[in-house]
């Protein structure tokens, strides 16, 4: 290995996927690489040295010179130097943006906790701009006492809050034939993890009284979609939340403020935003988003239908198609595990495609219904790899590998797909997303 | 004894009145927070329909009827004959497709039921003005997206009482979630033979660029006039769904040829073509975009960022 060969930044990962897009793309790449290469970033793109003015035994030009005061950004926002720790999409997906669907940045983010500005989007009619004054949730149907509740009626009720991950089922979804997408953003990124706070729904339930006849919710949003799931009455007696905030501030409009239900471990569909009503009924409604969408096709032609629960499922996050590694030496093979159904109680993780499997370390908080860290430290020889990660939760389930999940579902059920991801390790250091036969 | 009498029926419904308050808050955890909504609130609200027809409002549309409103409002995306413009749904076709290697999952080949087409166009269509229809047109627009599927005769009325029992081909082929469905083991070791690993490769070029750069690109784009700042709000709710993608022969934002063909006839006639509605050459624009509610201020002010936005 050649002592020259440095670990090969994001923006010159960047610069190789650029070879690969469009040319009007590659075009305006190669445009900012000479914008860049005026400033801070001309290192990075060229592959050359950086400034030496900044480094040791200099003394930094910022350590010699004073910073801006406080509130200079009232409501603050990211380092300049994270400005590709960004939301994406992937534009041929869908008909236009107001219909669609973003990806956090995974292959960025530290811990569990997906910043507020980071947490993936989905909107059936566009995310909307709701007044909580003039916002109300109301419940009826087969209830003693049919209520409205103002956003100051439901914070007066005593507050809980919980971190759970919400995941559109559809993540990995464009994955189900072969393997299409060079980054782990758009392999998984249809998954983020917050604090959620709000009232329990048993706690409305109890104040409308709920007839023994009450078996099903419909939840309906607020939305141009009238966004709207039929809920089991189990579901929302066990865990679920009505909303307002999210990791310690009112929820975002991308998230339904002022309110949404929310279903931990469930998919994120029915965790409905903007959130205006709950009727209580005997049978389920039956709805286009839970018939003629959220129903996974099987290979005779037969769907499943109110598939909720989104299965053990992890990925590796370093190193991946974004965080390649560089020369041979010390690295630490990281990623993340989920589980619908509870807490990740194993990851393991294999070099060779499955063949063998090691143990590796859960980090951090290890909460049901989150998503949890784990880590093996390891030394590349640099050779290549076929890197792969395997959650059990505490059911006892196992992650399927991709042709025990095909062998059952075929590959036209578009929706949970939690199989064991496939990252192939080249001697260079770069990663390509692959799938095994 | 005779005031005693009359006190004393007072008295007790007091007690009465007090006493069971206090222990339902006690017992089972009332708060007393909320207001009792009324049946004319509730009304207002609750229109949600289920297989069975119940929350169906009166009110019947024949296929006769819902042809020319499906034209006018729904073709543009969801095609004339249901086939699906772009990558808009379509509606109809696909019937025994469902276990061929692309299944087309249409109205007619995959929904179970009618009642759900009856409660999805009246919450959700048409796209762009989303809860505007009356119940006579969502019954018309139904029952001739059901003409689409062969699934009802031209002469046949949809109503109130027949919705429930219009039979949906698929309906028998849906069933509740039945997994775990793997059973995957934690094996640790020679797990598999590794000389029969065969790795696919993904296909090249499909993923996006990543390396965005959008608050710089925003900058460099020339300043608006007051009226296009006013029309971006209308143009990203209304107009972008076509003009964005170009469906129904909408001119897109780059299109700059398509715009300066039109600009020969001059602005006001752009924007009262927008406002009326127009059958072109190359293209349909339904009045408003299809959004009645819309202002024709707030329709020219659109028509002003689409001008100067490209």
Not at chain 1, 49 to 78: C, D, E, M, Q
Not at chain 1, 357 to 386: E, I, N, Q, Y
Not at chain 2, 100 to 107: G, Q
Not at chain 2, 259 to 283: C, P, Y
Request: hydrophobic residues 35%; negative net charge.
């Amino acid at each position: 290995m050649s002592e020259s060969k440095k670990p090969e930044s994001s923006k010159e990962y960047l610069a190789g996927l650029a070879s690969n897009v469009p040319s009007s793309s590659r075009r305006d790449f190669l445009k900012k690489g000479v914008k860049f290469s005026t400033g801070l970033a001309a290192a990075a793109v060229t592959g050359g040295s950086l400034a030496t003015n900044n480094l040791p035994p200099n003394i930094p030009s910022w350590t010699k010179s004073l910073g801006t005061g406080v509130v200079s950004t009232p409501y603050g926002v990211p380092s300049k130097f994270e400005a590709n720790t960004i939301r994406r999409t992937v534009e041929w997906l869908t008909a236009e943006k107001i219909s669609s669907i973003s990806m956090s940045p995974i292959q960025e983010l530290k811990g569990i906790i997906t910043p507020n500005g980071l947490v993936f989007e989905r909107y059936h009619a566009g995310a909307i701009t709701v007044n909580p004054e003039e916002h109300r949730l109301m419940i009826h149907g087969l209830v003693d006492n049919p209520l409205i509740f103002t956003m100051d009626d439901l914070m007066r009720f005593p507050s809980e809050s919980v971190i759970n991950f919400l995941e559109c089922p559809a993540n990995g979804g464009m994955e189900w034939r072969g393997p299409q997408m060079e980054a782990l953003q758009f392999t998984h990124g249809m998954i983020s993890c917050c604090e959620w706070t709000g009232v329990k729904l048993s706690t409305l339930l109890e104040e409308v009284g709920v007839q023994t006849k009450g078996k099903w919710i419909l939840a309906e949003g607020a939305d141009g979609a009238g966004m709207s799931r039929s809920i089991p009455m189990d579901k929302a007696l066990d865990d679920a939340l009505i909303v307002y905030a999210q990791n310690g501030e009112m929820l975002r409009p991308e998230q339904g403020y002022p309110v949404r239900l929310f279903n931990p471990g469930w998919e994120g569909n029915t965790s409905v935003k903007w959130l205006r009503r709950l009727e209580i009924g005997d049978k389920p409604w039956h709805h286009r988003e839970e018939t003629s969408k959220y129903t996974d096709l099987m290979p005779d032609g037969r769907s499943r239908r109110f598939s909720y629960e989104q299965e053990a499922n992890s990925v590796i996050t370093s190193p991946c198609p974004e965080n390649p590694w560089g020369q041979k030496g010390s690295y630490e093979i990281e990623g993340l595990a989920w589980s619908g159904r509870g807490k990740i109680k194993h990851v393991d993780v294999s070099i060779d495609g499955g063949v063998t499997w090691r143990p590796a370390r859960l980090k951090g908080l290890v909460l049901s219904k989150a998503l949890t860290r784990f880590s093996l430290p390891f030394k590349w020889d640099g050779s290549p790899l076929l890197l792969q990660s395997r959650s059990v939760d505490d059911t006892g389930y196992v992650q399927p590998t991709l042709t025990q999940l095909r062998d059952i579902r075929g590959t036209n059920s578009i929706y949970h797909k939690n199989s064991i991801h496939t990252w192939q390790l080249q001697s260079n250091g770069k990663i390509k997303n692959v799938q095994l036969k | 004894m005779f005031s005693l009498n009359k006190l004393f029926p007072v008295f007790a419904l007091v007690a009465i009145s007090f006493l069971p308050v206090a222990a339902l808050a006690a017992d089972t955890g009332h708060y007393g927070i909320g207001t009792t909504a009324t049946a004319k609130e509730i009304a207002g609200w609750d229109i949600d329909v289920r297989p069975d027809g119940k929350g169906l409002p009166k009110g019947e549309g024949s296929v006769a009827q819902g042809e020319p409103m499906y034209e006018a409002k729904c073709a543009s995306c969801h095609g004339s004959f249901g086939e699906g413009e772009d990558r808009w749904p379509p509606l109809a076709g696909g019937e025994g497709s469902l276990t061929e290697d692309r299944p087309e999952k249409t109205v007619g080949s995959y929904w179970p039921y009618a009642s759900t087409l009856w409660d999805y166009i009246n919450r959700a269509m048409p796209f762009t003005a989303p809860q505007s229809l009356t119940p006579h047109e969502v019954y018309a627009i139904s029952a001739y997206v059901l003409y689409l599927n062969d699934l009802v005769e031209d002469d046949f009325v949809l109503t109130q009482s027949n919705l429930a029992s219009v039979k949906m081909p698929n309906v028998d082929n849906f069933y509740i979630d039945n997994r775990p469905d793997t059973n995957n083991k934690r094996c640790m070791k020679d797990c598999k033979d590794p000389s029969k690993i065969v790795i696919i490769k993904s296909l090249s070029g499909i993923t996006p660029d990543q390396n965005e750069d959008s608050a710089e690109a925003a900058a460099e784009k020339p300043k608006l006039s007051e009226s296009a700042i006013a029309g971006k709000a209308t143009y990203t709710t209304s107009c972008l769904v076509c003009h964005g993608s170009g469906v129904a022969g909408a001119p897109t934002l780059d299109d700059k040829e398509s715009w300066n063909k039109r600009l020969e006839q001059g602005v006001d006639t752009v924007v009262k073509h927008a406002i009326k509605g127009f059958m072109g050459e190359s293209g349909m624009m339904p009045p408003k975009g299809g959004n009645l509610s819309l202002s024709d201020q707030q329709v020219k002010d659109a028509v002003q960022y689409m001008l100067e936005a490209q």
